[in-house]
């Protein structure tokens, strides 16, 4: 709060006469995004939108890429199906377990706010830092590529997609979310509420014609499904990780809690409504793809959505990457929109720079804290193997979920006070946390290159917590006046008003 009301006087004031450009007015009345003069973030996600952040950030590419590498892990039909139904399960468990810190702890930020409340200031900034340089970045980049891959797919078809235009059409996706996001939050849930219904149009036309092929008769795949020949235990871990990776979206409502109209009823809804129907999607786009390739079919495929569309439907294949593309498109629309609110809030808690707790006077968005990722998202793009860096952030994003979830069950019992409209039973944060340290400690064991460098990145977080936060020896252009001033008048943000 006193840092806050430091910040009044030295950057642009409510009147932006006082230092940003002549003539400007603070709120100009015909700005959807700004109902009442007050700069703040606004309540603006309801039960719909909700939903839509969800599952639109859940189906992205994870299940028109990842089918591929929980086959190749699991070793057999079967298995791939057991380990897509389990990851559904987890996922509901690690979702619950949100749902319960999110109506309890009323604040935006996520993994960074609940790690915040449980275990302190350093353990929380270790986070943030990891997320910031890596696992963000890495994130969207992949999610980006698949998006700039698929969208140029029907132009380029039969012949590959040359890489440099891939890398284009990527920057210039992620480019177009940023600009979105910067501009409007209510342009931003309604174009996700769009794209929601988009995702699930392209899921239902891979599942209708493949179980209309399944009840005509086509089970020939399906017979020696649990081949225990085939079974690789020591893949399963990494099956289990791409079939999570498909899953994860469902704490991404946690980000946006202050922005959630009813949280205590909406949260909990929007996270059950959202996990039953992704993950019976994804089960049964599972079963149609097994009913038209086989095991090995699918494994040589470069995209098994697209391969999947040219045996059921001809010539209107084409429509299934730009299907796929506007999914990925979604789901970098709804990571960016919530992961602007974790760094966000990391500001307002004295971890991030300060401008970047600030909102734009005009649009009420969190326009420095959209733009941050901007410039590491896209050096990832250019460097980098998208299946490595899936690998590599995955693992660092459940050892931290795992730590959150931790989080609940230390708070239980250190804040047993604490008012929680929505409470699980305990046994499903610990077998979720449990899992999550599990996939980390297999990781080690299966991938220990990844892992290690994972490991090494996080780990420059505590002297990074101490130079910048404890001893706050900032060199002279990072302190507070000088470069928060100059952003905030080239960015036009103020702090926000309580």
């Not at 941050?372 to 998208?386: A, E, N, R, S």
Request: net charge positive; charged share 15%.
């Amino acid at each position: 709060e006193d840092r806050r009301k430091n910040t009044k006087g030295t950057g642009v004031n409510n009147n932006p006469q006082n230092g940003g450009h002549p003539g400007d007015t603070p709120v100009p009345k015909e700005d959807p995004d700004s109902p009442h003069g007050k700069v703040e973030l606004k309540k603006k996600v309801t039960l719909l939108r909700g939903i839509s952040i969800i599952i639109g950030t859940i189906i992205g590419a994870g299940i028109f890429i990842s089918p591929k590498g929980i086959l190749k892990n699991s070793g057999s039909v079967g298995m791939s199906l057991v380990v897509w139904i389990a990851c559904g399960v987890l996922s509901l468990f690690g979702a619950l377990s949100y749902a319960e810190l999110g109506t309890s702890i009323k604040k935006s930020g996520g993994h960074y706010t609940y790690i915040l409340e449980a275990f302190g200031p350093q353990m929380a900034f270790i986070r943030l830092w990891a997320d910031i340089i890596a696992i963000r970045p890495a994130g969207l980049a992949v999610i980006s590529l698949a998006f700039g891959q698929y969208i140029l797919e029907p132009i380029f078809m039969p012949c590959g997609v040359p890489e440099i235009a891939i890398k284009l059409a990527t920057s210039i996706g992620i480019t177009s979310v940023m600009y979105l996001n910067s501009m409007s939050t209510s342009w931003t849930n309604r174009i996700q509420i769009f794209l929601t219904f988009c995702k699930l149009l392209a899921v239902a036309t891979i599942i209708v014609p493949g179980l209309y092929m399944l009840f005509k008769g086509e089970t020939r795949n399906f017979e020696n499904a649990f081949e225990v020949s085939n079974i690789k235990l020591t893949g399963l871990p990494l099956a289990f990780y791409s079939g999570m990776y498909a899953y994860s979206g469902w704490f991404y409502l946690n980000f946006v809690t202050e922005e959630v109209e009813n949280p205590e009823k909406t949260v909990p809804l929007a996270i059950c409504i959202s996990m039953a129907i992704v993950t019976s999607c994804y089960v049964l786009t599972n079963v149609a793809y097994y009913t038209v390739m086989s095991a090995e079919e699918l494994l040589a495929s470069q995209s098994v959505a697209v391969t999947f569309a040219e045996k059921t439907m001809g010539n209107f294949s084409v429509a299934v990457p730009v299907f796929v593309a506007l999914s990925c498109f979604g789901t970098m629309n709804g990571c960016l929109f919530a992961f602007s609110r974790m760094f966000y809030v990391a500001s307002r808690e004295g971890h991030l720079p300060e401008v970047l707790s600030m909102i734009h006077v005009r649009r009420h968005t969190p326009l420095a804290a959209v733009i941050i990722l901007y410039p590491m998202t896209v050096f990832q793009l250019f460097v980098g193997d998208i299946y490595s860096l899936l690998n590599f952030m995955s693992f660092l994003r459940w050892l931290f979920i795992g730590v959150a979830v931790l989080g609940l069950i230390y708070m239980r019992y250190t804040r047993p006070d604490m008012p929680r409209p929505f409470k699980v039973p305990l046994f499903i944060p610990a077998i979720f946390s449990l899992t999550c340290f599990f996939m980390v400690f297999l990781s080690l064991y299966s991938d220990p290159v990844n892992t290690g460098i994972g490991f090494a990145i996080s780990l420059t977080g505590i002297p990074a917590y101490y130079i910048f936060i404890v001893f706050d020896r900032r060199p002279k252009w990072l302190q507070k006046n000088s470069i928060n001033r100059s952003v905030q008048i080239i960015l036009e943000v103020i702090p926000a008003e309580h």
